[in-house]
């Protein structure tokens, strides 16, 4: 939220929730974003150091 700084995540966990959803739903998904927001390390070191 602070630095604007953007990561890509990916894990075995994600892709299972997407299948399960996909089945649950009787869809196929084709667009999945999740996004999620906080500070990274470099700007909390920052903010420690204020
Ligand atoms: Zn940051």
Redesign the pocket.
């Known amino acids: 939220m602070?630095?604007?700084?953007v990561r890509e995540f990916e894990s075995e966990l994600y892709e299972e929730i997407k299948r399960q959803i996909s089945r649950d739903c009787g869809i196929e998904i084709t667009v999945c974003r999740t996004e999620v927001g906080g500070?990274?390390?470099?700007?909390r070191k920052k903010q420690a150091g204020n």
């Not at 500070?39 to 700007?43: A, E, F, K, L, P």
């Open positions: 602070k630095c604007g700084k500070v990274c390390d470099d700007c």
